[in-house]
């Protein structure tokens, strides 16, 4: 039965999409001759399209509704509430009560003493104000450092700060020139590594590089390192033990501000309020926005220690940035909202309470031939597929074409489940639902896997 919405009816939004809509990273030749998914509803971990077709979310909405599609009305009236009584004001020379009380929100939540919290409208704006931050720290200090240093194949947004912090080299080629100066350094996927090697082995290697690195480029010129605690792009690259207390020691060690980079691992995805604490990382600055509203409003933030604002309390300093719509007092309402609701439904101990059910769910499908790796933590995995699971063999550009983008997306999309196939790195599977779900949908999500990944192999070996 076909779903309809106000105003438009489904064929006249189909019209309306082909001839006005610019999607996303998106191929819109794809759609010259089949139809624009447009979704109208949700609830819990589903969404239903105009065509009454459901699907099980398993990207949680690009790993930011954490919270699921249930609590609508909760929100809207927070929104309701707040629109009556202050549609907006800037946070430029004035506050007014949601940015305050939200800010002091987070800064309860965040781990150590990361208390100063400055917002803006999403996780790109996010990375970009805390290189501008880390910058503007030691100009005020008296010193001219102005390189960060990232990691190869991470993403941490568009924008051309951000886009030039991308460790992944298609997606910053067609906008070069961008941002200098970006040093990339090898990331922790440890799959691809000798058998032999230890995992303190490993750490050893990784943080040789780093140091080596930042000596390359002149330590005296590196303002920030940023690092997600959990790389999302290339499948859930864990760190080994020791590495973030490496990294910690070596960014004391030259001076330099350590950033974490928490857009996706923030409130709840890996198990914790921030992935910052369970790893003991001891950031200078965090980055986040995603899980801040679970989606429902369109706001990031960096959170800073004191140690990092302090330059900037006396005389005539200031952090000479500013967005219009950060700190919003909508989205801050709805942000409230979201951290009030994760605490009432104990969203984060539910993750640490599923996540190894989760988990052991998903390791079914290391039967597969096609799956060589599982890798992960929380509600936050990734599938490593394979061409050949004993050499550990991957699939070449144009398999990966025909795997991912010809079978495997089409295919999960009729199956009705959402998840990325993806090929930033090696191709993999990543899977990420809210943070809501439950067995049946761990059950759901892997019986759905199973039977395309199994059809998948099928398909590569004609």
Not at 408 to 420: K, N, Q, T, V, Y
Request: proline share 5%; hydrophobic share 40%; with cysteine.
């Amino acid at each position: 039965m076909s779903t309809t919405v106000p105003g438009l009816s489904p064929a006249e939004l189909q019209r309306a999409a082909r001839d006005h809509l610019w999607l996303h990273f998106t191929r819109m030749s794809g759609y010259t001759d089949g139809e624009v998914p447009i979704i109208v509803r949700g609830d819990g971990c589903y969404l239903e399209d105009t065509n009454g077709k459901r699907y099980l979310d398993a990207l949680a909405g690009l790993f930011a509704v954490n919270i699921g599609y249930g609590f609508g009305e909760e929100m809207a009236e927070a929104a309701a509430a707040q629109m009556r009584e202050l549609p907006f004001y800037t946070n430029w020379s004035y506050a007014h009560p949601r940015a305050i009380e939200l800010a002091a929100e987070v800064a309860s939540l965040a781990p150590g003493d990361l208390n100063r919290v400055f917002f803006c409208s999403g996780g790109s704006e996010a990375v970009e104000s805390a290189w501008k931050l880390a910058r503007q720290y030691y100009a005020a200090r008296g010193e001219r450092r102005w390189k960060a240093v990232a990691r190869r194949i991470a993403y941490h947004g568009t924008t051309m700060g951000a886009l030039s912090i991308n460790g992944i080299a298609s997606l910053r080629t067609p906008f070069e020139p961008l941002v200098p100066d970006v040093i990339h350094v090898r990331n922790t996927n440890r799959y691809h590594r000798p058998a032999e090697e230890t995992e303190a082995e490993f750490t050893a290697f990784l943080l040789e590089d780093l140091d080596s690195a930042i000596e390359q480029a002149g330590p005296e010129t590196v303002a920030m390192v940023i690092m997600e605690p959990v790389q999302n792009a290339g499948g859930s690259f864990m760190p080994p033990e020791g590495y973030w207390a490496g990294v910690r020691e070596i960014c004391d060690r030259y001076g330099i501000l350590l950033c974490a980079d928490e857009v996706i691992t923030g409130f709840g995805r890996v198990g914790g309020w921030f992935a910052s604490e369970r790893y003991d990382i001891r950031p200078d600055l965090i980055t986040s926005a995603k899980g801040l509203s679970s989606a429902h409003a369109a706001i990031g933030a960096v959170i800073a220690r004191d140690a990092v604002m302090e330059p900037f309390l006396h005389d005539a300093s200031m952090y000479m940035h500013g967005i219009t719509f950060g700190g919003h007092p909508v989205q801050a309402a709805i942000a409230l909202k979201n951290i009030e609701i994760m605490r009432r439904e104990r969203i984060v101990e539910h993750v640490n309470a599923e996540q190894d059910a989760f988990r052991s769910t998903l390791a079914q499908l290391l039967d597969l031939p096609i799956v060589g790796d599982l890798r992960g933590t929380g509600f936050f995995y990734a599938l490593e597929l394979v061409k050949d699971k004993e050499t550990r063999e991957t699939f070449s550009e144009e398999e990966c074409e025909t795997l991912l983008r010809g079978f495997l997306s089409p295919r999960l999309f009729e199956a009705g489940l959402i998840c990325r196939a993806d090929d930033r790195g090696d191709p993999v599977v990543q899977i990420s639902p809210p943070l809501v779900a439950e067995q049946a949908q761990f059950d759901e999500i892997t019986g759905i896997l199973g039977d395309t990944l199994a059809a998948a192999w099928e398909q590569m070996q004609r």
